[in-house]
């Protein structure tokens, strides 16, 4: 095995996947796949539908459908003194069902445990191939894609699956199209900010005319306006950011999750909208650290291959459970900092990356059956309660390092306006 510095993993972030020659996000076709959380005080919305009777937008591929159910509580600043909750967003890129049921499979799990989560969803998996000369990628020919076009079979799929997402209190984010990455000039990386507008532009007409599209006429629209539902995205391979973010902010978008590589610290705005990057987390048995994402992951373990040896599988199922449990840990026993985890639905090294996320999701939903205040949540839900609280209270929270329990514990972290000292390292795991 390969051992990358913690430097040099986070440079290479989920482009690993141009070095290895794989996509490393979003399912590719031919691979093998409740109550709210309270990010405010108000309690959960209990209903269970759409809050008004759809009104179809454009061809009827999408309506308005009024109130997103499952949504947490208004949200409310800390009060003086009050421990900061624990926010843990499990997000996916590409968001294609392609018969391996891993879509639903993490709508299963979410909806037992009372979890939100943010879908990014990719356009492309919403247009037929026969209809690929539509897409116009800069810098490529029409019709290019670095993933594949899914089948009509997977197009219904993936929308019955988006639709009950939204209709179950997850956020439809976007992975824009054709997951160009790399260092030639078609890649992502080189797009300017008008070339992302028309990137962003074609994934949004994607999702909000697949019914002229496809053809279809027997699928349900999709429960959401998606010009007010798309509030951020994270770009293919986590390159490109500079130039999206002046695109983003124009938009109004409120996040941006394309930073190829943080630190489990409280997160800061970049040209006016919130960075939410993977995070470094501990990867046990090493010395360096591994972002938070099961490619990456799968990078050091098996460097060139989707496809090790099985004999393999055990010892890295149980490595990259515990690399996100480690994670979790450390920012809950210390600078609560939100964790933010990444993935894809893809059956690499025989599932084992699933298998892990499941078995890491498992442990923090304990966490809070407990009683413990960890706020499993959509990227979306976790910025409605960061934009309500006191600056200050945000500057102090930017304060804490990796791993830094507050000075005094959090009653006097908090309550104390005026002092500028940030916190005490900690060792905790």
Partial sequence: MRDFSRRGLIGLGAGAAAAMGLAACGTQGQDDAGSGNGSGKGGPDSSNGPSR?????GDGSTADTGKQPYQPGRPVPLEPGETPPQFVVFSWDGAGEVGNGL?????????NHGAHMTFFLS???????????MYLPPNNRPGASDIGYLSDEHIRATLTNVRRAWLEGHEIGTHFNGHFCGESHTSVKWWTPKQWQSEIDQAKAFVKEWKTNTGFKDLPPLPFDYERELTGGRTPCLLGQDNLLPTARKLGWRYDASSPGGRQVWPVKRQGVWDYPLQAMPFPGHSFEVLSMDYNILANQSIATTKAPPSNYPGWRTQATESYIAGFERAYKTNRAPFFIGNHFEHWNGGIYMDAVEAAFKHIAREKEKGADVRMVSFRQFTDWLDVQR???VRKLQGLGVGQQ???????FLADRGSSSAGTPSNAA
Avoid: V
């Fill in 53 to 57: 009777k759809a009104r179809l937008i």
């Fill in 406 to 412: 507050p000075t005094g514990g959090w009653k006097q």
């Fill in 103 to 111: 879509f639903p499979r993490f709508l299963d799990l979410a909806k």
């Fill in 391 to 393: 600056p200050e209270t």
């Fill in 123 to 133: 356009g492309l998996y919403l247009l037929p191939e026969s209809k690929k000369r």
